[in-house]
């Protein structure tokens, strides 16, 4: 079955970085899109960043640009976000997630809290 599970969140002060990654199974990874979401507290969960399967080509929220950088390792099956310059309006669970036959799949989470 389609598992996907995040990892490397944390607390981070203003200005720092941290590196989340999603290791997946279950399904042939290397020819999906896969997509990072976050949701902060009391908001609506929103597209983080999205990187396709053939060209790891990316899209970035207008938010995030500059300062976030998505990839994949397709050999390891796990999709990374790589975040540097960290503000406090990131503070939010961030979930990966996967469109596979219709049907979406998500990851548990992984809470990234900046603060000082």
């Known amino acids: 079955q389609v598992q996907l599970v995040e990892s490397g969140g944390g607390l981070v002060q203003p200005g720092g970085s941290l590196r989340l990654s999603c290791a997946a199974s279950?399904?042939?990874?290397?020819?999906?899109?896969m997509s990072w979401y976050r949701q902060a507290p009391g908001k609506e969960r929103e597209l983080v960043a999205g990187?396709?399967?053939?060209?790891?080509?990316?899209n970035y929220q207008d938010s995030v640009k500059g300062r976030f950088t998505i990839s994949r390792d397709n050999a390891k099956n796990t999709v990374y976000l790589q975040m540097n310059g960290l503000k406090p309006e990131d503070t939010a669970v961030y979930y990966c997630?996967?469109?596979?036959?219709?049907?979406?799949?998500w990851g548990q989470g992984t809470q990234v809290t900046v603060s000082s």
């Open positions: 997630k996967l469109r596979l036959r219709g049907r979406e799949y």
């Open positions: 279950g399904f042939t990874f290397s020819t999906y899109v």
């Open positions: 990187i396709t399967s053939a060209s790891g080509s990316a």
